[in-house]
């Protein structure tokens, strides 16, 4: 069974810079690994559904990202380590949210977390103004 842990979350400023990480243990009954599969990091705020942040393809070679975090937050993985990451830099208030990883089940990287199969606990950001 796959499991993703999530790990980094706090309480920073707006402006701040944070990263957080997403590692994945375990195997899937298919046997595929952690490379290979699409990734992705969503959040949800109190009171609002849950959103698509940025999501990369298994090999890593494409990256997507919503609107909303464009230019400001970078996601990367280590398939050698089973490891994703977001860093995420000029924090805003809006961006307070729990933090999830997940693992996608569609060919290609999607914004619908209908489409991904596997989630974190997840890890709480708190931007304060």
């Known amino acids: 069974q796959v499991q993703l842990v999530e790990s980094g979350g706090g309480l920073v400023q707006a402006g701040d810079s944070l990263r957080l990480s997403c590692a994945a243990s375990?195997?899937?009954?298919?046997?595929?690994?952690?490379?290979?599969?699409?990734m992705a990091w969503f959040r949800q705020a109190p009171g609002k559904e849950r959103e698509f942040v940025a999501a990369i393809k298994w090999n890593g070679e494409n990256t997507y990202y919503a609107d909303s975090v464009k230019g400001r937050f970078t996601i990367a993985r280590d398939n050698a380590k089973n490891l994703m990451s977001l860093q995420k830099n000029m924090l805003k208030p809006e961006d307070t949210a729990v933090y999830y990883c997940?693992?996608?089940?569609?060919?290609?990287?999607?914004?619908?977390?209908?489409?991904?199969?596997?989630w974190g606990q997840g890890t709480q950001v708190t931007v304060s103004s």
């Open positions: 375990g195997r899937g009954s298919s046997g595929r690994t952690f490379g290979n599969y699409n």
């Open positions: 997940a693992r996608g089940r569609s060919l290609i990287p999607a914004t619908s977390p209908n489409l991904y199969d596997t």
